[in-house]
């Protein structure tokens, strides 16, 4: 039977080229984030990369929810929508588009190997839209894993997102960032895995993604990073705490990922042209880069690796 991979934030970036990964060794892969519109595209490609990649005839595998569910498939908020007003925004792991051709070229899912640990048949894909930053959300999601009946073989954090600095710096507006930073950050990695771990496969993985700004600091008051490092901690947490039953528990902490949305319009030629030369490779990121690693300590390869923080960067040097 193919495994059960939990991946979060799996819209776009990084989180999306994880799922992808996953899938193209034929792993189960159940797709969790806020935006539907954004996990549907994301199954969408999977099916499109992915040659055999079983689905329903509808497209999306339906909510466990039932007749209640949303008849696009997708799992709503606790509060009933999809979104929340005014709530986290989008995955994290993400930039811009460079203009002077500097990007590294897309990256497509390493196909299954040939041979015996080759997967004989292709993985369903299922979707739930849900805010993990909130108790309800991770609930939700959990409702979904154990309708599948299946023990949980992987879960990938990937969700989170820079955390807003607009304010005139004064103590509402350092709040503010401080709290977005770690309902995005740290509130989504810790509820998922806290609601799943009970569903977990004895010798699954735990993958947590973390950030160079753990080491480096952040823009603004420093949240973003702050939030980041809390993950180590938790990281080394969970990998004591899980380790009698055969679970591994790491956290990859990317530098610069090019072709993702993190950035956004903040990544000028300048900034990138920087950042590219901090690095001992002399090219960012991409997020095949950062997923591939994520598979493999998913893997049997992987197994006996724990409690570790893994850089992925290029050879980015803290602090500069």
Not at 9 to 16: P, T
Not at 165 to 186: F, H, I, P, R
Request: charged letters at 15%; hydrophobic letters at 40%; glycine letters at 12%.
């Amino acid at each position: 039977m193919p495994r059960l991979i939990i991946v979060t934030g799996a819209g776009s970036g990084i989180g999306r080229a994880t799922a992808e990964r996953f899938a193209a060794h034929g792993d189960t892969v159940l797709l969790a984030g806020r935006r539907p519109d954004r996990l549907r595209a994301t199954a969408d490609g999977l099916r499109a990369t992915v040659d055999g990649l079983k689905t329903p005839a509808g497209g999306l595998t339906a909510s466990a929810d039932g007749p209640t569910a949303p008849a696009d498939g997708f799992r709503a908020t606790a509060d009933g929508h999809t979104a929340p007003a005014g709530g986290l925004r989008a995955s994290a792991d993400a930039a811009t588009a460079p203009a002077d051709g500097l990007r590294a070229p897309a990256e497509v899912p390493t196909a299954p190997p040939d041979g015996p640990d080759a997967a004989s048949t292709r993985a369903d894909v299922h979707c739930v839209a849900a805010d993990l930053s909130q108790e309800a959300g991770a609930l939700r999601l959990r409702e979904h894993v154990e309708a599948l009946g299946r023990p949980v073989d992987g879960v990938v954090c990937c969700a989170g997102a820079p955390a807003a600095t607009a304010g005139d710096g004064g103590l509402k507006s350092v709040a503010a960032e401080w709290l977005d930073a770690y309902g995005s950050n740290v509130l989504t990695a810790v509820l998922t895995v806290e609601a799943l771990t009970p569903l977990l496969a004895d010798g699954a993985s735990v993958v947590l993604y973390s950030s160079i700004a753990a080491y480096r600091g952040s823009a603004g008051s420093g949240a973003y990073g702050a939030a980041k490092s809390a993950l180590h901690s938790y990281t080394h947490h969970l990998a004591a705490r899980l380790g009698p039953r055969g679970v591994n528990v790491n956290a990859i902490a990317p530098g610069y990922v090019a072709d993702t949305e993190f950035f956004g319009d903040r990544m000028t030629p300048a900034r990138e042209s920087l950042l590219i030369r901090q690095t001992a490779l002399g090219r960012p990121g991409t997020p095949a880069d950062v997923a591939g690693l994520a598979h493999f300590l998913c893997s049997p390869q992987g197994a006996y690796i724990t409690s570790q923080i893994l850089q992925v960067n290029g050879g980015s040097q803290h602090g500069v």
